[in-house]
């Protein structure tokens, strides 16, 4: 049996960003996978209730998805709101979903502070990127599931190929 992979929805096409727009990542193997039955799509601040459009969000004080999900670190939008709580059960609607599909992979849209996997912003709002994980991936990360940032398609394929 071919593995599952989660996809961010938003790389599928689905207008479920922050800015209500989606970012389509266009890839032969994209389509091939989709063929296969093998995507299983999710966008964790939507599962989580969370609106579209809705006030862009960072990890704050520069930490990132870890400290959030060991308690040590806050989500926070650009109005101030803290939605710390809304991104941890994202984070958990992912797993679970991740889990009940029997996916092994995770293919997720950088800087995203739910989704980033290569980078994420630092929390201030000034477009300044940092390494790190957003809370989702860091708890797909935690589960066992590998995870590919978009920028990192070309050895998703490889790593599935193996």
């Known amino acids: 049996m071919q593995s599952k992979i989660l996809v961010s929805a938003c790389l599928m096409g ?7 727009r989606a970012k389509p990542l ?19 601040e939507m599962s989580a209730g969370m609106p579209v459009p809705r006030p862009p969000a960072e990890i704050a004080d520069a930490a990132a998805g870890e400290e959030v999900l060991a308690g040590t670190a806050r989500v926070v939008e650009l ?14 609607n992912a797993v679970a979903l991740a889990r009940q599909t029997g996916c092994r992979y995770a293919l997720l849209i950088d800087g995203s502070p ?16 940092r390494p790190g994980s957003g809370v989702t991936a860091a708890a797909l990360k935690a589960a066992g599931i590998e995870v590919f940032s978009d920028r990192e398609i070309e050895r998703l394929i490889e790593r599935i190929a193996s």
């Open 79 to 92: 109005t101030g709101g803290d939605v710390t709580g809304e991104f941890l059960h994202a984070a958990e």
């Open 114 to 129: 739910s989704c980033g996997s290569g980078f994420i912003y630092d929390g201030t709002f000034s477009g300044r990127r």
């Open 26 to 44: 266009l890839h032969p193997a994209i389509e091939r996978w989709r063929a296969e039955g093998r995507l299983v799509t999710i966008c964790p």
């Open 14 to 20: 689905h207008a479920v960003r922050y800015d209500g």
